[in-house]
């Protein structure tokens, strides 16, 4: 008995020796990883090369290899190495990532919370929704939640966006979706489960030139636009998706570029195409494109955000805002 409770009391005294050390050791290691040389080793992890690192930190390509060869020597650790697409991230790279993100969260929390600033939520949205749906969004923000601020992020490509909520560069983002799961419109679904609440439908209109040979055609069909010429942007848009959910195969897909030229090419008779009610309300209105009598489901405007962003102090009350009343 006494000889066990010996070991059992040197174990414990060995583990707890242990432990002093590694505190003392990382309470070192943490004095010497400075906040620049985290932000210096997200921008690398997301432009890939430190070419393009350097140009988004606006600094020297040679400052930022030298402040990762600090971060390197200072963890004792390889974080990085070099790939066909670029810099890739080694396995302890990859454990810093989450941690650099999260202290990097704190540490602007911390100066914004000593300054005595208001909380800061980092919204994305897709550039299709900027002129439209955003300004009434930071309305509900700032009617319902008024000590915030609300820094606005617009990007064209919505994995930027959902990459950008994932690795906390941003809190939340809107975007285009249907159905019950992030992804439902058909694009792939996010590389971590996000939450999700639906802010407003979007309307979407199947619209053609006044010319055109269905303009004045009654109770059509998906069917009868089999061997139509459906004018669309790329397979990632929002518009292709709903085009292939609601129009499914048969139209002919003919790729012309974004909303102004899918707009303007169907004014000039040139085809049909699908795209929200917001963008061609002005033509349907002015009688320069007219609308297909063919039911159409809305789309959702998505606020999307990570489960874990809610345990932050009122950011639950904060998202939630955005709802309709």
Same mark, same amino acid.
């Given at each position: 008995?006494?000889?066990?409770?010996?070991?059992?009391?040197?174990?414990?005294?060995?583990? @707890?020796?242990?432990?002093?050390?590694?505190?003392?050791?990382?309470?070192?290691?943490?004095?010497?990883?400075?906040?620049?040389?985290?932000?210096?080793?997200?921008?690398?992890?997301?432009?890939?090369?430190?070419?393009?690192?350097? *140009?988004?930190?606006?600094?020297?390509?040679?400052?930022?290899?030298?402040?990762?060869?600090?971060?390197?020597?200072?963890?004792?650790?390889?974080?990085?190495?070099?790939?066909?697409?670029?810099?890739?991230?080694?396995?302890?790279?990859?454990?810093?990532?989450?941690?650099?993100?999260?202290?990097?969260?704190?540490?602007?929390?911390?100066?914004?919370?000593?300054?005595?600033?208001?909380?800061?939520?980092?919204?994305?949205?897709?550039?299709?929704?900027?002129?439209?749906? *955003?300004?009434?969004?930071?309305?509900?923000?700032?009617?319902?939640?008024? =000590?915030?601020?609300?820094?606005?992020?617009?990007?064209?490509?919505?994995?930027?966006?959902?990459?950008?909520?994932?690795?906390?560069?941003?809190?939340?983002?809107?975007?285009?979706?249907?159905?019950?799961?992030?992804?439902?419109?058909?694009?792939?679904?996010?590389?971590?489960?996000?939450?999700? &609440?639906? &802010?407003?439908?979007?309307?979407?209109?199947?619209?053609?030139?006044?010319?055109?040979?269905? @303009?004045?055609?009654?109770?059509?069909?998906?069917?009868?636009?089999?061997?139509?010429?459906?004018?669309?942007?790329?397979?990632?848009?929002?518009?292709?998706?709903?085009?292939?959910?609601?129009?499914?195969? =048969?139209?002919?897909?003919?790729?012309?570029?974004?909303?102004?030229?899918?707009?303007?090419?169907?004014?000039? =008779?040139?085809?049909?195409?699908?795209?929200?009610?917001?963008?061609? @309300?002005?033509?349907?209105?002015?009688?320069?494109?007219?609308?297909?009598?063919?039911?159409?489901?809305?789309?959702?405007?998505?606020?999307?955000?990570?489960?874990?962003?809610?345990?932050?102090?009122?950011?639950?009350?904060?998202?939630?805002?955005?709802?309709?009343?």
């Amino acid at each position: 008995m006494t000889h066990c409770a010996f070991a059992q009391a040197s174990g414990s005294t060995a583990t @707890a020796a242990r432990s002093v050390r590694n505190f003392r050791t990382l309470r070192m290691v943490c004095g010497r990883v400075e906040v620049r040389q985290l932000r210096t080793f997200e921008a690398v992890i997301r432009h890939r090369t430190v070419t393009d690192a350097a *140009v988004a930190l606006d600094l020297a390509p040679s400052s930022v290899s030298q402040q990762i060869r600090t971060l390197e020597g200072t963890l004792g650790v390889a974080l990085f190495m070099r790939g066909p697409k670029g810099m890739e991230l080694t396995p302890a790279g990859q454990r810093l990532r989450g941690w650099a993100r999260t202290l990097l969260d704190q540490t602007e929390q911390a100066i914004r919370d000593v300054r005595g600033q208001q909380q800061l939520l980092r919204l994305g949205a897709l550039e299709t929704l900027a002129g439209s749906y *955003v300004p009434q969004v930071l309305a509900r923000f700032a009617e319902r939640q008024p =000590g915030i601020d609300v820094e606005i992020h617009s990007e064209r490509a919505r994995d930027g966006l959902l990459a950008d909520v994932i690795e906390g560069r941003l809190e939340a983002a809107l975007l285009l979706d249907s159905g019950d799961d992030v992804g439902g419109l058909g694009f792939p679904p996010p590389a971590q489960p996000l939450t999700f &609440l639906d &802010l407003d439908p979007v309307p979407l209109a199947l619209v053609c030139a006044p010319t055109h040979p269905f @303009a004045t055609r009654t109770a059509l069909t998906p069917g009868d636009l089999e061997h139509e010429r459906l004018l669309v942007n790329v397979p990632e848009c929002s518009f292709w998706m709903a085009g292939n959910k609601i129009l499914g195969s =048969g139209p002919k897909r003919i790729k012309v570029g974004g909303i102004p030229v899918m707009r303007a090419w169907a004014e000039h =008779g040139l085809g049909i195409t699908l795209l929200p009610r917001f963008a061609v @309300a002005d033509n349907l209105r002015s009688g320069t494109l007219v609308e297909l009598d063919l039911p159409l489901p809305d789309l959702s405007l998505r606020l999307v955000w990570r489960e874990d962003q809610e345990s932050r102090p009122g950011m639950r009350d904060i998202l939630y805002a955005a709802a309709r009343p």
